[in-house]
């Protein structure tokens, strides 16, 4: 996403983390689906690093468990697939959800948090490629979830987080959305 080598993206990123957690972001998920999982650990103590000297953000670590213990991430952020019951207690469990099955199935599995979506459409470079399954099945994931925390995502915009977290969501995930409120900040 950033221009640049190698070192001029790390920086850049390191810049967006900064950014983010000034801004008072929860979390901040380390997808890099590229790396090995030796450059993913190296890479989430760079961002760990990064949100700590600007605020209290916490760091997840996408798909890779040995990445986020060796990188000093705060928790992993898994695919519905995983059982979260793989993640070390001491660390987050996020869980992927594109289903009221697949959330039913991460609460019993020991997810610490939800992400559930697409809520209103998932779209890549502005193209759509998939139909959001709404504001009532993210009402039925928030109630089925009970006290595990469910995070909206996909197409959330600022127009439309209220409706979110309205609906019971305990808040709103999102790139484009992000990206742009740290560019302001930054």
């Given at each position: 996403?950033?221009?640049g080598?190698?070192?001029?993206r790390?920086?850049?990123?390191v810049?967006?983390a900064r950014a ?12 890099e689906?590229d790396l090995g ?24 670590v ?7 213990v ?19 207690a001491d660390m987050?469990?996020?869980v992927?959800?594109?289903t ?11 997810a ?5 979506g697409?809520v209103?459409?998932?779209q890549v ?15 039925a994931?928030v109630?089925?979830?009970?006290e ?7 197409g959330?915009?600022?127009?439309n987080?209220q409706a ?5 969501a ?6 484009r ?6 560019s302001?900040?930054?």
């Open positions: 996403m950033f221009p080598n190698d070192a001029e790390y920086a850049a990123i810049r967006q983010l957690s000034r801004a008072g972001v929860d979390f901040l998920q380390v997808r689906k999982a030796m450059q993913l650990a190296a890479l989430a103590r760079i961002m760990v690093a990064a949100a700590r000297s600007a605020g209290q953000m916490k760091v997840l996408n798909g890779n468990v040995a990445a986020a060796d990188g000093g991430g705060d928790g992993v952020h898994l695919p519905a697939a995983m059982a979260a019951t793989e993640v070390p987050l469990a996020s992927s959800c594109h009221l099955d697949e959330v039913r199935a991460a609460v019993e599995r020991r610490d948090l939800i992400l559930f697409p209103f459409g998932k470079r502005d193209v759509p490629v998939s139909a959001g399954l709404g504001l009532d099945a993210l009402r994931a109630a089925i979830a009970g595990v925390p469910v995070i909206a995502l996909g959330v915009t600022e127009a987080q979110c977290i309205d609906a019971g305990s808040g709103i995930a999102g790139i959305m992000f990206l742009h409120a740290a302001k900040e930054a």
